[in-house]
């Protein structure tokens, strides 16, 4: 580290170059030495540099790799794989949170998912502490070439779920649950320029969706400021950590907290109803939730190479429907067992 670039970092010569109340820092210890609840123990000023790998589409695989099967150790896909000990952190990654996934689909699915809630944890958290934490750059946008790394679109220019998480992280307003002083509280961040009265819908409901507890938050929160509404312990005690979670929502924004890891929580077996719409080259694709859906993903490159979903990992409660509008299917006419094998949802 030279001396230009110290001052350049931290504008002065009595604080470390990465020293998170001061200037701008770059966070690799979670990725390379932790996990990434580990975000939640830093405010910085400015978090310039952080990130959490996932491998590309499924799509973009096939098009490269000629390994058969498929595995995360093969070495074609070792072989891209040019961060340190790579593929061991995805793997001690999803060791924290989930049981070790059974077949290469799995694990290519919950590494995304992994992505996307590394992330998600960081910037909701920093962004609820607005203005000590003014910003942050997560490394990376996108890639040149058909490698399992830390960017949100991958070589082949397909999105990665993390794409359209982070439409939802910089949004103007978001909603999340956050704590202070051990307390949960939500964060009703609004960075537009008008004031953004609603009202807040927070419940404790069981994984069948019966709803335990409820309560209604009015607010009314100033440009560019940031909210934090605390909750009543009634409702943010879990008593059945393992079946029961907290779901908050407002203005058709929605955040969701369990109090167990994935591994532990007890998912019952996914039950959906599709209804499929093709439209020449678009796909409507109507989910109903018969049961708990939490990270829903719709892989439409599975359905056609060129085929893209305009949303992300979604998170259903019983009852819930959410549409799904799939483009670039160039005259491929997937039916609802097609759609279907191409969802993958956490169990």
């Not at 958290?125 to 399992?148: E, I, K, Y």
């Not at 499929?276 to 829903?296: C, K, M, P, Y």
Request: glycine share 6%; hydrophobic share 40%.
């Amino acid at each position: 580290m030279t001396k230009s670039s110290v001052a350049l970092s931290e504008g002065s010569w009595d604080h470390h170059p990465n020293d998170p109340a001061h200037g701008t820092s770059h966070s690799w210890n979670v990725w390379n030495q932790s996990d990434y609840t580990d975000y939640l123990n830093e405010v910085p000023r400015f978090a310039a540099e952080f990130g959490w790998q996932a491998p590309p589409a499924y799509a973009t695989l096939r098009e490269a790799l000629s390994d058969e099967p498929l595995s995360p150790h093969s070495p074609a896909m070792l072989h891209p794989q040019k961060a340190g000990d790579g593929n061991g952190k995805l793997e001690r990654g999803l060791a924290h949170h989930f049981t070790p996934p059974a077949t290469f689909d799995d694990w290519h699915y919950l590494t995304q998912v992994n992505q996307v809630r590394a992330i998600a944890t960081g910037v909701a958290h920093w962004r609820s502490h607005w203005p000590v934490c003014a910003g942050t750059v997560v490394w990376q946008l996108n890639d040149c070439w058909p490698v399992t790394s830390w960017a949100a679109i991958d070589g082949a220019a397909r999105p990665k779920p993390l794409y359209h998480e982070l439409r939802r992280l910089y949004a103007d307003r978001l909603l999340t649950f956050q704590t202070r002083e051990g307390r949960t509280v939500v964060a009703v961040d609004n960075q537009s320029p008008q004031v953004w009265e609603s009202v807040v819908v927070a419940r404790r409901v069981q994984v069948d969706g019966s709803v335990l507890a409820e309560e209604e938050l009015a607010f009314s929160v100033p440009p560019r400021s940031v909210a934090l509404l605390p909750l009543p312990d009634g409702l943010t005690e879990l008593k059945d950590p393992a079946r029961e979670l907290l779901a908050v929502e407002a203005d058709g924004l929605r955040d969701f907290s369990y109090a167990c890891e994935d591994r532990d929580f007890a998912f019952p077996d996914s039950e959906m109803t599709l209804d499929v719409v093709t439209a020449g080259t678009t796909l409507e694709v109507v989910i109903t939730a018969h049961t708990f859906l939490r990270d829903l993903l719709l892989q439409a490159d599975r359905l056609a190479p060129d085929a893209v979903a305009d949303r992300g990992l979604i998170t259903l409660l019983p009852g819930d429907r959410a549409t799904i509008t799939v483009t670039g299917l160039n005259g491929v006419a997937p039916d609802a067992s097609a759609v279907c094998a191409a969802i993958f949802t956490a169990r």
